[in-house]
């Protein structure tokens, strides 16, 4: 039996829980699920200023964006020695490059002589070679040639070395601060650095990657995704099998939390619908021609004894399927596999602006990327996918940059016609949220206590940083 550590609370949407679905998973479930954690936050309105503000912006910028850890590539982007990425963000571009003895080093990407970029592409390079003049370094960062030396015997004796800045790997994701003293990666994250353990995330690939331009602030956007309520008028072909308001928000530490939303469950915001009735619709969207992009399997056995009585049939059937097609697929043994770690959708979010999914299914991904005003950003998705049993990782699919104006069915080659289309869903509100915001007479939003509590908690981290509680030094 699951034993959760339940919290019981009045505001809570009067239906079946998420803790309770846990108790009825015909597996058990990971300590790291079962385990609520909440806490009292402010239920005060919050203000516009930190969306719509070049002032605040920059704020980020001198305060905050210097102090974190963030999501820079994936090892799959870069496998081999002399493999390159470029990350820019804000005014700053980084230089990300693959080393003979296999380790990733990091450095600010602009050539000392005249401060020329070295590299705006991702992609091979035996040297460091700046297209201006011809300044070169050695690929671990060391100068190797000063076209001519004459003019530059000044130079005798400095260090040219290119600066870098701090690179941890973790579960194939290449994390980089410019601060040296924060504590390493895991211990700055916390307890959910383990949480990806389980799902071999290092051995995954990038099979699918898109990213386009939001009309909308980096947080505005981020925060589209922290909550699960809005499907109810944003998504409703969803609510034949997404637990929207069954889901659960945990706050876990300064730079973590989450949502946990059940598949495979009718909403409670619909009634008189059977299990069959929840088996057919959650087939009808993960079927079609999407099999690349899909995240899920189509429940086809017969369902044999119906028992009207049991609420979680279909989640049960569903999750059956997913074990058996992703054995199929991939050649591991995901039998003691729980219903929820097959099924449903664990939305991480790591402050700032990093959002990696866990679970034993194709995993999501996010990032976005503030735009050079407060009014746009970019936003980044990825599906990560397990590679197959006995086979070499694959190296990382190419991004498509969405045209600009062009919406995420613009790829829906690449991310599956359903996937693109709840996203298309998703963005079609953010630009008249942030326009609407600058209307606010009060310039203030009104938010729910629970179900947007994971609003209210990356603000309370936020806000740490502008404020200067935050960083925290390694002890």
């Known amino acids: 039996m699951n034993k959760p550590e339940t919290i019981t609370r009045p505001d809570r949407c009067p239906a079946m829980s998420y803790t309770e679905m846990l108790e009825a998973d015909t597996r058990p479930v990971p300590d790291f699920l079962l385990q609520e954690t909440t806490r009292e936050m402010s239920t005060e309105p919050v203000s516009v200023i930190p969306y719509v503000s070049e002032e605040f912006a920059r704020l980020e910028r001198e305060r905050m964006w210097p102090n974190v850890w963030l999501f820079a590539a994936r090892e799959d982007e870069m ?95 290449v994390m980089i601060t410019e601060n040296p003293d924060i504590p390493e990666f895991p211990e700055w994250l916390g307890p959910a650095a383990s949480h990806y353990a389980p799902y071999d995330f290092k051995n995954r690939y990038t099979g699918m990657w898109v990213k386009r331009r939001i009309e909308a602030n980096w947080k505005t956007t981020a925060e589209a995704f922290m909550e699960a309520w809005h499907s109810i008028t944003t998504h409703p072909q969803l609510l034949p099998f997404l637990g929207d308001a069954n889901s659960r928000y945990d ?39 999407d099999a690349e992009t899909n995240r899920r399997f189509n429940a086809t056995e017969e369902v044999g004894d119906f028992d009207p009585n049991d609420p979680l049939l279909a989640r049960k059937l569903l999750a059956e399927a997913g074990r058996k097609g992703f054995a199929a697929q991939y050649g591991y043994d995901y039998s003691k596999a729980s219903d929820a770690e097959i099924l449903d959708n664990f939305t991480y979010n790591i402050f700032p602006n990093f959002s990696p999914w866990i679970g034993y299914l194709p995993t999501l991904v996010y990032r976005w990327l503030p735009g ?48 693109a289309g709840v996203f298309d869903q998703d963005l079609a509100n953010l630009p008249h949220v ?11 939003m009104e938010l729910g206590a629970y179900q947007e509590s994971r609003v209210r908690h990356f603000h309370e981290t936020l806000m740490k940083y502008i404020n200067g509680e935050l960083p925290a030094k390694r002890s």
């Open 79 to 173: 496998p081999d020695p002399g493999d390159t990425v470029v990350f820019d963000i804000n005014d700053k571009s980084f230089l990300l490059v693959r080393q003979e003895d296999m380790r990733v080093r990091a450095f600010y990407n602009a050539c000392l002589h005249r401060g020329r970029k070295l590299r705006t592409k991702a992609g091979p390079t035996p040297m460091l070679r700046c297209p201006f003049h011809g300044f070169t370094w050695n690929n671990d960062g060391s100068l190797k040639e000063i076209p001519c030396q004459w003019d530059f015997r000044h130079l005798e004796g400095k260090d040219l070395s290119l600066p870098e800045v701090r690179v941890n790997l973790w579960e194939g994701f």
């Open 251 to 289: 706050l876990i530490g300064d730079h973590f939390n989450r949502a946990i939303t059940p598949s495979g469950v009718l909403s409670p915001h619909m009634r008189g619908k059977d299990q069959r009735y929840v088996l057919e619709k959650m087939n009808e969207f993960s079927g079609g021609n």
């Open 372 to 419: 050079t005003t407060p009014d746009w950003c970019t936003m980044e998705i990825r599906l990560l996918f397990p590679t197959p049993k006995g086979e070499k990782r694959p190296r990382a699919v190419e991004c498509t940059l969405i045209p600009d104006g062009e919406p995420f069915s613009w790829a829906a080659d690449k991310m599956g016609a359903a996937l």
């Open 434 to 444: 942030q326009t609407g915001m600058k209307t606010l007479k009060s310039g203030r």
